[in-house]
């Protein structure tokens, strides 16, 4: 059993819109949740990470947690050609000191 | 000023081999970490220092050796590569060992031939 699930795209969508991507866990435990992009060939970048319930926005990046239903999303508005990358999200794993990771949803952003 | 250097980027090599991965951190962090990716992109850690000490060993053959001379450095050696080894592996660190924002480093692409 996976436990941290995202849907493995690809996801596409044009220029301008808003990409949505989730993910979910199963360890109820867990206190902290990341999203790093990967481009093609290169290495994971941490973009965003959030400890509480709610929405938490960078630029046009905005985290969203609901513990209750073990769910992390992250919205990308105003999407670019740039954007075009895996993400992946990441879940601290209680007291283990490690991160659990998803295997990404890879995203296409399309002029 | 690269943050995580690793060397070599690209390491092609025979069967049987012995070879080593090196990795070096100027941020100061306490926690570095390998971590192995295969060719379907799951991130899968292998292990994990703080300030020397190895504090996460997942299940790795024991052809693979981590050695971490001081809080900065983090190599790793792999005897006897095997064809199953080929991968990108990642060195990466945080600041402590419960900030999980970690820096990678670009990467080495191991293909064992």
């Known amino acids: 059993q996976k436990e941290v699930e995202q849907n493995s795209g690809p996801l596409s969508v044009p220029e301008g819109a808003i990409a949505s991507l989730n993910c979910t866990y199963s360890?109820?435990?867990?206190?902290?949740f990341f999203w790093y992009r990967q481009y093609s060939g290169k290495s994971p970048e941490l973009i965003m990470f959030?400890?509480s319930n709610g929405d938490k926005e960078d630029g046009r990046f905005t985290a969203q947690l609901n513990k209750a239903s073990q769910y992390v999303s992250l919205l990308i508005r105003d999407s670019q050609p740039s954007d075009s990358a895996t993400y992946l999200c990441?879940?601290?794993?209680?007291?283990?000191?490690?991160?659990?990771w998803g295997l990404g949803t890879s995203l296409a952003v399309n002029p | 000023d690269t943050a995580v250097s690793q060397t070599p980027k690209y390491l092609v090599t025979q069967m049987g081999n012995d070879k080593s991965i090196k990795c070096e951190q100027n941020?100061?962090?306490?926690?570095m970490y390998w971590y192995k990716q295969d060719s379907k992109k799951f991130l899968k850690i292998m292990f994990s220092?703080?300030?020397?000490?190895?504090?996460i060993n997942e299940t790795v053959p024991n052809r693979f050796s981590p050695k971490s001379p001081d809080k900065a450095h983090l190599n790793l050696h792999i005897n006897s590569l095997e064809l199953g080894d080929s991968a990108v592996y990642f060195c990466?660190?945080?600041?402590?060992?419960?900030?999980?924002?970690?820096?990678f480093g670009s990467g080495t692409r191991l293909t064992v031939v």
């Open positions: 990466a660190s945080s600041p402590t060992v419960t900030n999980y924002g970690y820096t």
């Open positions: 941020l100061g962090h306490d926690t």
């Open positions: 220092y703080n300030n020397k000490e190895l504090i």
């Open positions: 360890d109820r435990g867990s206190q902290s």
């Open positions: 959030i400890y």
């Open positions: 990441a879940v601290s794993a209680g007291n283990n000191r490690k991160l659990i």
